[in-house]
C-alpha cells in the first residue's frame, strides 16, 4: 500500500489559507488521493478527494503534483471551526477499506 | 445530507460482557464498515460488510467480535466477552459503492466504556 507522509501540526490564522501538506512518493496510477477530517472526536468526515487533476469543492482544493508524489489540500479561509486532525489517505484497491495514519492536527486561532 | 446514525451515543458496560454496537446506514448504501479509536489513538479499521458478508477485516477483528445485518436498516457489531481494551469510540460508515474513487460517511460514534 502507499503510505503518506503528514506534519503532525500545523498552525493557521482565522481567515488566512491553511495549505496542508502529504508526500506519497509510493503511489500507484490508479490510487487516489482523499482527505478527510475529525473535529475532536467526531466521526470522520470527507473532504474531497483526487487521482492526478486539481479538484475544488465547497469544502477545499486539492492540488496534487504533476508526478503525483505529494499533494495540499488547501483551505482558502480558515475558520476556527476548521481546527481538526486532517488525514491524507491514498486509497487501495477497489474493495479494501480505507486505512487512517496519524494526521495533522491543524490548530486555527484568532 | 442523508447521515449515518448510531445508537447508544455512550455505552457502559462490565467486563466479560456482551456489547451490541447499532448502527443506521444511509438508505441507498450497499457498503458498511466499522471503525475504532481508541483515545488518543487513530482511526483504526475493524471490518468490511456487502452482500450479507464480511468483505474484510483486521487483525482487531478476532472471534470475540461479529457483525450482522438483522434487517434492511440496522448494522450491528457485537463484542461478546468485553475486555477493558476494548474501551474505545467506535464509528459505523457506509459507502455507495466500493470503489477506488468512493467515499465513507462516518456515523457520530458510540463511545464503550468496559469496566
Known amino acids: 500500500d502507499a503510505k503518506t507522509t503528514q506534519p503532525p501540526s500545523m498552525d493557521c490564522a482565522e481567515g488566512r489559507a491553511a495549505n496542508l501538506p502529504c508526500n506519497h512518493s509510493t503511489i500507484s496510477g490508479n490510487e487516489y488521493v482523499y482527505w478527510y477530517r475529525q473535529i475532536h472526536s467526531q466521526g470522520p468526515q470527507y473532504i474531497i478527494h483526487g487521482l492526478k487533476n486539481n479538484e475544488t469543492n465547497e469544502m477545499a482544493s486539492l492540488i496534487i503534483t504533476e508526478d503525483r508524489k505529494s499533494s495540499t489540500l488547501i483551505l482558502p479561509h480558515a475558520t476556527l471551526r476548521d481546527t481538526a486532525v486532517y488525514y491524507c489517505?491514498?486509497?487501495?484497491?477497489?474493495?479494501?477499506?480505507?486505512?487512517f495514519g496519524k494526521g495533522t492536527t491543524l490548530s486555527v486561532s484568532s | 445530507e442523508p447521515e449515518v446514525t448510531q445508537t447508544p451515543s455512550h455505552q457502559v458496560t462490565q467486563m466479560g460482557q456482551e456489547v451490541i454496537l447499532r448502527c443506521v446506514p444511509i438508505s441507498n448504501h450497499l457498503y458498511f464498515y466499522w471503525y475504532r479509536q481508541i483515545l488518543g489513538q487513530k482511526v483504526e479499521f475493524l471490518v468490511s460488510f456487502y452482500n450479507n458478508e464480511i468483505s474484510e477485516k483486521s487483525e482487531i477483528f478476532d472471534d470475540q467480535f461479529s457483525v450482522e445485518r438483522p434487517d434492511g436498516s440496522n448494522f450491528t457489531l457485537k463484542i461478546r466477552s468485553t475486555k477493558l481494551e476494548d474501551s474505545a469510540m467506535y464509528f459505523c460508515?457506509?459507502?455507495?459503492?466500493?470503489?477506488?474513487?468512493?467515499?465513507?460517511?462516518f456515523g457520530s460514534g458510540t463511545q464503550l466504556s468496559v469496566l
Open positions: 489517505i491514498v486509497s487501495r484497491q477497489a474493495g479494501t477499506a480505507l486505512i
Open positions: 460508515a457506509s459507502s455507495e459503492r466500493q470503489r477506488t474513487n468512493e467515499k465513507l460517511f
